[in-house]
């Protein structure tokens, strides 16, 4: 029995599909709008990693990070899921697929996938750093 009749004849674990900046990078997302994070003209760029992404950052210039964010928030929201993410979720259609992303944006769920875990958060939602409670 190959790999992919195991998951037609009823496999229940789920299959992992893991992805990442590549996903992005097809060319139905225009990169002005959502740039990937290590591009040569990418996010980091002109961002220590450390003074927007890191506990410390947040504790030195909390308007920073925010501005920071909110400009990746905006630019998902802005954004249509590819044809990368649509046939992810096509898969996920046929088979029993757990996604794991390390991408911040909702572009697989939009897109149609419901078992998604994103590695780095969800730019989505956003965590009250002293009650804990999430906002989306």
């Known amino acids: 029995m190959t790999p992919i009749s195991r998951f037609k004849h009823g496999r229940t674990e789920p299959a992992p599909e893991t992805n990442g900046c590549r ?35 947040w504790r030195r210039d909390p308007a920073l990070v925010l501005r920071f964010y909110e400009l ?6 802005t954004t249509q899921p590819n044809e990368a993410h649509r046939s992810i979720a096509g898969l996920q259609a046929k088979f029993n697929v757990l996604n794991i992303t390390q991408n911040i944006d909702d572009l697989l769920e ?27």
Not at 116 to 134: A, N, Q
Request: net charge positive; hydrophobic share 30%.
């Open 23 to 57: 996903v992005q990078r097809c060319r139905a997302v225009r990169r002005e709008r959502h740039p990937t994070f290590r591009d040569s003209n990418g996010l980091w760029e002109n961002h220590r990693v450390e003074d927007v992404a890191s506990p410390g950052g």
């Open 110 to 136: 939009r897109a149609g996938c419901e078992n998604v875990v994103h590695l780095h958060g969800l730019i989505t939602r956003r965590k009250c750093e002293f009650h804990h409670d999430i906002f989306q």
């Open 72 to 77: 990746r928030f905006r630019g998902v929201q």
